[in-house]
């Protein structure tokens, strides 16, 4: 029988919520589990669950079907602000310019798809060029401030529709743009997975990019994603978050028997260009990349959703033993990513990708609230692993095992969270000031910065503190 863990958000009554809450009972209605035996059997893990595991359970059912109530307004409201955004940087850039141009007849409406229409991230962080990059040989340097600057840049980039991302390669990185896929997600019925391959050099490759689009602002399917627990067990690897599985294409949890047979069977992969699978996509194109240029090695990368995408796509491709393919990966960064798998994973990852060379990065600013989910505790067995580069709100830089306060969860983590947010907006409104004007916060970021005072943690998560981190960045002395 298969193992997995299902925290259902789409069936479960409010009735069975509160009964589960308040007494613990109802647990087969709120947990779906492909385990061998009876509930009671199962452990302490499902029946023996504690206040605080139930109290997580609840909050991130009851996030999720609000979130998915949300789901159209979301999209509309995403829509409306971005072409409105589009509309003030296509005129001047604000409403004078705007105003003026209406006047004079002379206004530019945006065309959404287009090189010149930015995405809402792309308007909270306007930032397109590369720092201080003079060379492709600057990216060799694994330590090297180039390469991480090349990761998040790139990892921001993904966030941008197609001619856009294809504009900013060519022409003002001066590299090779691949390709920009938009992949099936049988769960949620669409194609929600975007991710784009990139090359330094269009012949005679060094480096050969993959950039998969993480979180996106008013996606609401994204954010039920990052607050899902649920897991499915692959004997190799461990406990999978099972989100992230479907995000890369690999099965549904409507049908579980499917998970197993996208891992196991790669015909299962549809060359429907509708439904193509984001991982087989991925690989193939990688593979006729790295016969193309004999030199070359891959990097993986992604903000958010798109880092945990960038690490467990190496973790599948050591399950189907492309050991040709892994030996020529030269690292995978990621920032502010979600735990994606439990102690296993972690054993296993580490074995084969920090050692004996360290490949992983994981990068976490501050009080970010998205590398501290899903939970590291006895329920959820999340963990991270790797070279945690951890940044305070001030830049400095320190590597460690795991981040401070592992598990946002609590009333001790309230007011420190509220103080933190306080300070990000006073921080933000003086960056122009502090580092010049490359660093000056766009009013968008200013505005949400200020959303921090109502979900602490959240703003913390912008791809702009993540980009600041690798340009402002010092290592601690201590």
Request: hydrophobic content about 40%.
């Amino acid at each position: 029988m298969e193992d997995y863990l299902i925290v259902r958000s789409d069936t479960v009554s409010l009735a069975d919520l509160a009964r589960f809450l308040t007494y613990g009972e109802r647990v087969e209605k709120v947990i779906e589990t492909g385990r061998v035996g009876s509930l009671e059997q199962r452990g302490p893990a499902v029946s023996a669950l504690s206040q605080d595991h139930r109290w997580v359970i609840v909050v991130s059912i009851v996030a999720r079907r609000i979130i998915t109530f949300l789901r159209k307004p979301m999209e509309l409201y995403g829509l409306v602000v971005e072409f409105f955004l589009n509309l003030l940087y296509l005129n001047g850039g604000g409403l004078v310019g705007l105003i003026r141009n209406l006047l004079t007849g002379k206004i530019v409406m945006p065309e959404r798809g287009s090189s010149s229409y930015l995405s809402f991230i792309g308007h909270i962080d306007t930032r397109l060029d590369l720092h201080n990059f003079q060379s492709q040989s600057a990216l060799r340097e694994l330590e090297g401030r180039a390469l991480l600057d090349f990761c998040i840049m790139a990892s921001k980039l993904a966030y941008e529709n197609a001619n856009v991302v294809e504009d900013v390669v060519t022409n003002r990185w001066k590299m090779h743009f691949v390709e920009f896929y938009s992949c099936w997600n049988e769960y949620q019925k669409e194609r929600s997975t975007q991710v784009f391959i990139m090359c330094d050099k269009q012949k005679n490759a060094d480096i050969i990019l993959i950039s998969f689009r993480g979180t996106e602002p008013f996606d609401a399917d994204d954010w039920c994603t990052d607050f899902d627990y649920s897991w499915y067990h692959i004997p190799q690897l461990g406990k999978i978050h099972m989100g992230f599985l479907e995000a890369l294409g690999l099965g549904t949890r409507d049908q579980i028997s499917t998970v197993q047979l996208s891992l196991q069977d790669p015909k299962s992969f549809s060359e429907n260009r509708n439904k193509r699978n984001a991982y087989y996509t991925v690989r193939n194109k990688l593979r006729s990349l790295l016969k193309v240029h004999p030199n070359a090695k891959f990097i993986v990368t992604g903000h958010s959703l798109g880092g945990a995408l960038a690490i467990l796509f190496p973790a599948i491709l050591l399950l189907h033993e492309e050991t040709e393919v892994v030996e020529r990966l030269l690292a995978v960064s990621t920032f502010g990513q979600p735990r994606v798998g439990d102690a296993q994973l972690e054993r296993f990852m580490e074995a084969h990708v920090c050692h004996p060379v360290e490949k992983y990065f994981r990068v976490v600013y501050c009080n970010d609230l998205i590398p501290r989910i899903p939970y590291d505790d006895r329920m959820f067995l999340y963990k991270h692993f790797g070279v945690c580069r951890y940044y305070n709100s001030l830049f400095i830089e320190k590597e460690m095992k795991e981040e401070p306060d592992r598990n946002f969860f609590g009333v001790k983590y309230i007011i420190p969270l509220y103080l933190t947010a306080v300070w990000e907006i006073m921080k933000g409104l003086a960056m122009g000031c502090i580092f010049g004007s490359e660093y000056k916060e766009t009013w968008v970021a200013t505005f949400f910065t200020i959303l921090g005072l109502v979900m602490p943690g959240i703003s913390a998560h912008c791809p702009t503190n993540y980009v600041n981190c690798a340009r402002l960045g010092k290592k601690s002395r201590f």
